[in-house]
C-alpha cells in the first residue's frame, strides 16, 4: 500500500556497493558539472561568459542579456539567514547500527532487530557564535542526528553537555539574548565572556549547574570524535503494549572524551578556526570513521518520584551510578558531505520529528521547543516546503492534503486535497495505532491552568555541587580559571559580586578563588552540603587510547633516518597520524642519505594543533631560526601537558627549553623501547601533575 516504506532500507544500490536507502534518495539529486556544458537554468546554452552584452564595446550593458541577469540575481540571493543559535555547523554522514533488541522498551522499528542498520546524517554545532566564526570556542555543542527510519525521520537533536541552562522555554529568547554579542556593538564574538551573559546568570540561579559544566572542560572539546552526545530532555519509550519508560539518551564516543587547554583553544582559533571541522573531515577521508555508542538510561513509569531531583526539570541529570547507562547501538559517521549548503545548511532538525514508540515528556523546555523548531525553518528555509529539500526527505514517501507554498517540488496529482472525502475513497487515510499509526501516550492529566513553575524544580545547587564534587584536582582548577577569564571579562562590579555570591551556594572554596580573581568581596553564604559525587562526570575516568592521534615530528638535516623510520612505522601501526614538519617542504636528508619529506613547514602549521611532538633534531642553514622553532614547538607542547619525545639527536632541546625530564617526557636514551614508551605516553594524552610554571 502507498505510504508504506517499500524501500529495501539494507538493500545495495545496483551500480554502488553499500548504498543505503539514504544516499540512494540523495543520488538522485546529485549532479557533477564536470566535463558539461555551461547553460542557463533554462538549459539554453551560454555562448560567453566573461562579457555582458552591450551596444557597442564601450557601450551601456542591456536589460535584455538574460544570462547577466540570472547569473547577477542568482548571486543576490545565495544567503538565506544563519540558525539563531547554532549557527556554525558540521555534519556527516552515517549509519546506526542495532546491538540490543529494545522491544521490551519500544515499539521504534529501528529499535527492534539486533544488527538493523539505520541510515542518518549529524550535525554538530556551537550555539553562541555565527557561521563564521571559529570552531574552539569554549561553547556547548550541538549534537543533532536525524535518523531515515523506515517509520519516517526520527531526529535525536541534543548537546554535549546533558543538563540546560534554564528549565522553561519561555526564557530561551532572553538566554540567548544575553549570551549573544552585546546589541549595542556586537561583541564579543563567540563567547560568554562578557556582562550581559552573567548577568544573565546571577539573576537566573537555575543556570548554576549547567554553568559548572560550561565552565569546565567540557564545553572545549579536542573534537567531534571525542565529545559525548545527550538528548537532556526526558523523553518516553512506548512498548507495543503502550506501556511506557522515561529515558534518557547518551551518546558514548569510542575514543573517550577529551578536551583542549584553554590556552591552547584560544591559539588554535587562530591557527586554524576550522580545527574541529577539519579534523571531522579529515579524518572520515582518511577511515578514521567516528564512532559513538547510543546509551539509554530508563526509568519505569510508577518510579517517577523515587529521586531527590525531579526528573521534568532539564537542569538536572540521572548520575549513572543510580541510573546505569545501557549501550544499545553504535553510530558511524563514514562518509563526508557533498555540499555544505545543500547538506549541512539546509538540513532541519526537529525534537518534534519522532516515530512510533518515542514519545515526550511535560518537560517544560522541551515542550516549547517542540513549537519552536518548525517555526525557525519557515523563516530560514523559506516557506512550508523545506521537508522536501533532499536532506530532510525521509526514506519513505509521504502523502497527505499539504499543499502548495513557495517552492513545491512534488506534483500532487488527482483532484482531492482534504479529508475526509468520498471522490479518493477516504485517502490518504490514517492508520489505526495498532497497524503503525502514531499514538501519542495516554497520560492522565490534571490540574489548573497556572504560569508558574513546580517547586520540585527550585533546587538549583545540589547537583552544581555533585559536578564539583566529582572533578579530579586538575579540573576543579580548570574550572576556576574559566571562571577567573570569563567573570574577570565582565566590567560590572555588581555583577561580578553578584556570580561570587552565587557560586559560594556550590563551594565556598570555588567562589572564595573567583572573589580573589576578580577582585570583589567574598560571599558570605551557606553552601550546598552534599557530600556525594559522580565518578562518571570526571572526563578523568573516561576511555584513554592513541588512536588518530596527531604527532608533528620535528626534523632537520642529518636526522637519524634508521630512528624515525622506526617509529613513524610503530606510530602508523598505533593508528596514529604522523606529519613531518620542517623548514621548507620536501625532502629532508637524514646522516644516512636518506631522505624523509617534509608535508608541512614550521609555518604552514602549530605546536597547538597536535597532540604530541617528537624533537628528531637536525641541523638547518639558518640553525638559529631552526632552534627557534624546535624550542617553540617543545614549550607549547609542554605548557600543555601533551606527550613529548626526543631522539637522541634531538634531546639536546631539553637544556634549552623549560621541558624537566617525567611523566609523558620520552627520550630515546633513556628507554629501552623508545617506541612503545612513546605511545603508551601518548595514549594518556595529557600529564597534568607536570608543573609548567616552575
Ligand atoms: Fe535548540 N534551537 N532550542 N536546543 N538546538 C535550534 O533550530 C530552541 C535546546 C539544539 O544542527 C534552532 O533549526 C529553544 C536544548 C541543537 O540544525 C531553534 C530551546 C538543546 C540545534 C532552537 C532550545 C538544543 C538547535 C535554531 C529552549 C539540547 C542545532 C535553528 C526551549 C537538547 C540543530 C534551528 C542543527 C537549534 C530553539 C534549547 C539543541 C531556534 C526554543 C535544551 C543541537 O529552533
Redesign the pocket.
Known sequence: MKGDCVNNLNGEHPNRKNQNAKERQLDEYRVNNFGTQMTTNQSTKVSGDENSLKADVRGPSLLEDFHLREKITHFDHERIPE????AR?YAAHGEFVLHKCMKKYTSAKFLQDVGKKTPLFT?F?NVAGSKGSFDTARDVR???VKFYTEEGNYDL???NIPI?F?QD?IK?PDLIHATKPEPHNEIPQAATAHDTFWDFVANNQESAHMIMWLMSDRSIPTNFRKMEG????TFRLVNDDGVAHFVKFHWKPKLGMHSLVWDEAQKISGADPDFQRRDLWESIKAGNFAEYDLGVQLIREEDEFMFDFDILD?TKLWPEEIVPVELIGTMTLNRNIDNVFAETEQ???HPGNVVPGIDFTNDP?LQ??LF??L???LL?LGGPNFAEIPINRPVCPFHNNQRDGFSRQRIDVGQVSYHKNSLADNTPSPTPVEKGGYGHYQEKVEGHVIRANSPSFEDHFSQARLFWNSMAPYEKQHIIDAFSFEVGKVQSQSVRQQVVDMFCHVDSGLSEAIATAVGVKRAQCTPSDVTASSPALSMKNIIFVPETLKVAILLGKGFDSAVIGNTVRSLRNAGVTVDIVSTTLGPVQSASGRTATANQTFITVSPVLYDSILAGGGTSENQAEFDSHLQNYIEEAWKHYKPIAFTLNGSRYISKTSVQEGPGIIVEKNERDFNNAYINALAKQRFWDRNIFE
Not at 83 to 86: A, I, P, Q
Not at 230 to 233: D, E, I, N, P, S
Open positions: 540558525r539563531v543559535v547554532h555547523g550535525r554545532s550541538g549534537f543533532a537533536v541534543g548537546n540546560f534554564i522555554a530561551f545527550f538528548g537532556v530532555h532539564a538540513v532541519a532538525f523546555l516549547g521547543r519552536s523548531y517555526d525557525t525553518q530560514r
